[in-house]
């Protein structure tokens, strides 16, 4: 990220023997600049409605054959139904919660 080379090469001009702690006007200052640049760099992004997409064909090209194959393959070994409905269920929550933390959403 380019905040974080421009704030270690802040951090490296300061030569050890007047090397003083970061003041709290510092800190925020930093944290202020990160923040902006991200937000820049989140406004810039128009990926929003391509990420679902990319995600959607994904999916459905993508994981529903290989969850087809293992649920088939471990009904076949003699694992119950509803065992596999609810592992099913589960795991398909597991992939929402983890696309929700994903940049569009976050």
């Known amino acids: 990220m380019p905040s974080e080379s421009a704030d270690r090469s802040e951090l490296d001009h300061r030569s050890d023997a007047d090397e003083e702690p970061l003041t709290e006007a510092d800190v925020e200052r930093i944290v202020r600049r ?3 640049e ?3 760099a989140r406004d810039r992004r128009s990926g929003s409605v391509w990420t679902l997409l990319a995600g959607a064909f994904v ?3 993508v994981l529903l054959p290989v969850s087809g194959i293992a ?3 471990l009904a ?3 694992v119950p139904l509803p ?3 609810v592992a099913s269920l589960l795991a398909a929550a597991a992939l929402v919660a983890y696309g929700w933390r994903l940049p ?3």
Do not use: Q
């Open 34 to 36: 990160v923040v902006r």
């Open 76 to 78: 076949d070994a003699g």
């Open 59 to 61: 999916g459905v090209l």
């Open 104 to 106: 569009p959403f976050r």
């Open 83 to 85: 065992i596999l409905a």
């Open 71 to 73: 649920l088939s393959a």
């Open 38 to 40: 991200e937000l820049d």
